[in-house]
């Protein structure tokens, strides 16, 4: 088998599956039994100095395993904890509501990607080797099945294993970690950086950074302003996220013989007619997922990062500000279904902080999340709205269930988030409700603020060398550099950077 996806139009959903068949007895392996497993080199010292790189998310992890390929020596400077301390914090933060600004959804080891839901598709397919990408998590512990999976996907519960294993093969080939380590500013002679400077003012030297910190490293940001070197304000999306139950997507999407036959199989359970018949039913298909997009006036208006069988968590890296995101475990087996859903935002949208240049973006997402904390009484519980009061524009009054870690705190949304935000929504979810019968229902909630879907700004990089416009050996990298979007594309990025580099120091050597 090469290729497993599931056909949903119509109400009829169908498997597609793509076979390789041979009638040859000497049938190669299936890449689903004999994945290959990529190689590397131990780090050769190619100089004396390291190549830096800041952050160990998908972006850094995969630069680093790619400059081992090349035999350079990753050091790799993290501002969070190892990816099993992160899980305490994580706890903290969805439980006490204690956030720890270096270590949560978005920062420590594996970075966002670590506690997503790992879904690796990615539109950007032209830019780089995904196949390679999917060999190298299935050769550090991803399940084979998602080098044929059309959307594939791994799991929170499945990704903090992953991580560390890539950790061991990067500290086994020369490769080094340094966790706890806040990078605060570069080490810059003559236009050229050598190096980086962490918040305990310790110089850590090096013959190039790859920068690749994630689009919530704003310090970074606030520190290229400060200083004066090249940043660009660039579009992004900000929005809500959607919870429905996870049994009416499966309805919408999949046909009402199939929500037939699950009512009937759970009838004959309570009756104890059948007690196995709910799950055999549930396992011919997945919980079902969706991917909408319209145009409201001029605005694209889209889904984002749905989860199925997923549930909803805290991602803000700031105590004032809340921020909500989704993930799901490997078996998708939550009981709802979530998916943020997120407006474009324009520069003219920024014109209120255009004094603060290409920051502006920033701004407007800083006082947006401040806005839904004080909405949530100063907590990190996620102010919500029932989906069909917020389109008809009136306060719930009373609240559904959500899966919301950090709970949820009634609030008339249509009013506290921004208003071209809104009204573009309320158009939206009525234009989604014609393509999926009973997407705007009651008991769909509303949850904001989905703010951190991409960066809203970009640190520049010459297209061929891939070095900062003005800054030589400084390779800004992955999503926070605004080169990608999710983990599949930031993968793929650290690899791009890394090879660039790969070409320069093997020059300089030489
Ligand atoms: C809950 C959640 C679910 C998601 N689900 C998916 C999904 O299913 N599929 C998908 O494709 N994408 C998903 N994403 C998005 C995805 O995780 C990101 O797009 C991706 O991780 C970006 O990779 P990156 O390496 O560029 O940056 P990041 O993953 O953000 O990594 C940056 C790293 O840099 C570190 N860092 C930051 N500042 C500094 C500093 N000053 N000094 C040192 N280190 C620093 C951070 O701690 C972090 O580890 C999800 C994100 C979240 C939060």
């Known amino acids: 088998m090469l ?3 599931i056909d949903a139009r119509h109400g009829h959903p169908q498997y597609r599956l793509e076979m390789a068949i041979y009638t040859d007895p000497d049938t190669p392996e299936s890449p689903l039994h004999s994945p290959p497993v990529p190689k590397h080199r131990p780090a050769r010292k190619t100089s004396d100095q390291p190549v830096i790189i800041v952050g ?6 995969f630069a680093a395993l790619r400059l081992l390929e090349y035999g350079l020596r990753p050091l790799i400077l993290e501002r969070g904890k190892d990816v099993s301390a992160r899980k305490y914090d994580i706890a903290k933060l969805s439980r006490e509501h204690i956030v720890h600004p270096d270590s949560n959804w978005c920062f420590g080891e594996g970075g966002a990607g670590a506690f997503s839901d790992g879904k690796l598709y990615t539109r950007s397919n032209k830019r780089g080797n995904i196949t390679a990408i999917l060999q190298q998590l299935v050769a550090h512990g991803a399940n084979p099945d998602i080098l044929i999976d059309a959307h594939a996907h791994i799991g929170t519960d499945k990704l903090p294993a992953i991580i560390a294993n890539i950790r061991k093969t990067i500290e086994a080939h020369g490769g080094e970690y340094r966790f706890n380590t806040c990078v605060t500013d570069l080490i810059v002679k003559k236009n050229t950086v050598h190096g980086v400077i962490d918040r305990h003012g310790a110089a850590h030297e090096g013959s190039a950074v790859i920068l690749a910190a994630g689009h919530s490293a704003r310090e970074l940001y606030e520190l290229f302003d400060r200083r004066g070197w090249l940043l660009e304000a660039k579009p992004f999306a900000m929005g809500v996220r959607v919870e429905h139950p996870q049994d009416l997507i499966n309805e919408i999407q999949y046909g009402r013989r199939y929500a037939e036959s699950l ?11 059948a007690a196995d018949a709910d799950p055999a039913i549930r396992s011919l298909l997945p919980p079902a997922t969706y991917n909408l997009a319209v145009q409201t006036g001029e605005r694209g208006v889209f889904s984002f990062c749905m989860c199925p069988g997923g549930i909803m968590v805290p991602a803000t890296t700031e105590r004032d500000s809340v921020v909500v995101n989704g993930m799901s475990n490997s078996q998708r087996n939550s009981p709802y279904a979530n998916a943020g859903i997120v407006v474009q935002v324009t520069e003219a949208d920024c014109c209120a902080f255009a004094a603060h240049g290409a920051l502006a973006g920033l701004r407007l997402q800083q006082q947006a999340e401040r806005a839904m904390y004080a909405a949530a009484h100063h907590s990190q519980a996620a102010p919500a709205q029932r989906l069909l009061d917020f389109v008809n ?5 009373r609240l559904g269930t959500t899966s919301y870690l950090a709970g949820v705190v009634a609030a008339p949304l249509h009013e506290r988030l921004p208003t071209f935000i809104v ?17 705007v229902s009651d008991s769909a909630m509303v949850v904001a603020i989905e703010s951190r879907t991409s960066s809203p700004v970009r640190i520049p990089r010459n297209p061929a060398t891939l070095q900062h416009l003005q800054l030589a050996r400084l390779y800004p990298c992955g999503e926070g550099a605004g080169y990608a979007g999710g983990i599949t594309s930031s993968a793929i990025d650290g690899i791009r950077c890394a090879d660039a580099l790969g070409g320069v120091l093997k020059k300089i050597v030489n």
């Open 423 to 439: 009204v573009r929504l309320q158009q939206a979810f009525r234009l989604f409700d014609k393509k999926m019968r009973g997407y």
């Open 263 to 273: 009512r009937l199989a759970a009838c004959c359970r309570r009756n104890h007619a």
């Open 3 to 5: 290729r497993r996806s």
């Open 56 to 61: 160990a998310g998908p972006a850094g992890l």
């Open 393 to 397: 524009g009136k306060p719930s009054a």
